[in-house]
């Protein structure tokens, strides 16, 4: 078992950065590959990204490549979303998520989610 809290969104300019953290409670966090999803108002969940378990390999939806980094410290058992270049289409809350797989877009290939955080990018 795996419970995840994420933290650090907020309102921000477009073309600001924030840095969300995932926090995961367990001795396992190592096993599992981490992933970002978000949900904006009035629309489906999407993946955002997702980084393997030895921070070896990440990947990322087309819309946030190049200004998005997910990066990990499995000794501080905390997975990071580093956004950078905010647009307002990137208002949602974040979800960070853990799979045993690597590499899957889909949600039900995740087996632990956290409560979200809100990021507010305003024009």
């Known amino acids: 078992q795996v419970q995840l809290v994420e933290s650090g969104g907020g309102l921000v300019q477009a073309g600001g950065s924030l840095r969300l953290s995932c926090a995961a409670s367990?001795?396992?966090?190592?096993?599992?590959?981490m992933g970002w999803f978000r949900q904006a108002p009035g629309k489906d969940r999407e993946f955002v990204g997702v980084?393997?378990?030895?921070?070896?390999?990440?990947s990322y939806a087309d819309s946030v490549k190049g200004r998005f980094t997910i990066s990990r410290d499995n000794a501080k058992n905390t997975v990071y979303l580093q956004m950078n270049s905010l647009k307002p289409e990137d208002t949602a809350v974040y979800y960070c998520?853990?799979?045993?797989?690597?590499?899957?877009?889909?949600?039900?290939?995740?087996?632990?989610w956290g409560q979200g955080t809100q990021v507010t990018v305003s024009s």
């Open positions: 998520a853990a799979s045993w797989v690597y590499g899957s877009s889909r949600e039900r290939e995740y087996a632990y």
């Open positions: 367990g001795r396992t966090f190592g096993a599992y590959a």
């Open positions: 980084i393997s378990q030895s921070s070896g390999r990440t």
